[in-house]
């Protein structure tokens, strides 16, 4: 039985209600995790969720740019201590100067250069409260 006036969950007319989107939710308190850091909030850097960006990851969670921009797929799903962990990474990538701007192509650093940069990050990262590393 429904109320006199619509006014119960389901009203008509309720054009605006929006579906709840748990993978933003769960990146926005990740987010806020990580920059409750103040070594991490101190570094400046944007993000990306769009639906249409080319840099966001198609595997992983995030991708930095040397325009200091987090891209971030948007459908992406994790907990939030696993996303603070991982924008924490990418944060960190750019305070130790492995992402220096750059305008035009670049040479690209080699495969075990990376693999060495993320072993940097991720040692800095065991000794600080920040998240937790992703299972894969």
């Known amino acids: 039985m429904s109320r006199p006036g619509g006014k119960g969950p389901h009203a008509k007319g309720d054009k605006q209600r929006r579906k709840r989107d748990l993978a933003e939710e769960a990146f926005t308190a990740g987010l806020r995790i990580m920059r409750a850091n103040p070594a991490l909030a101190a570094v400046e850097a944007d993000v990306c969720r769009r639906e249409d960006c080319e840099l966001s990851p198609r595997d992983g969670l995030v991708r930095v740019d040397s325009d200091a921009v987090l891209h971030v797929h948007p459908?992406?799903?994790?907990?939030?201590?696993?996303?603070?962990?991982?924008?924490?990474?990418?944060?960190l990538h750019l305070g130790f100067g492995h992402v220096p701007a750059a305008s035009g192509p670049r040479t690209q650093p080699d495969a075990c250069e990376l693999a060495a940069r993320c072993v940097v990050v991720d040692r800095f990262l065991l000794g600080s409260p920040v998240g937790r590393p992703p299972e894969e």
């Open 75 to 91: 459908d992406r799903t994790a907990d939030p201590e696993t996303w603070a962990w991982a924008l924490a990474h990418a944060v």
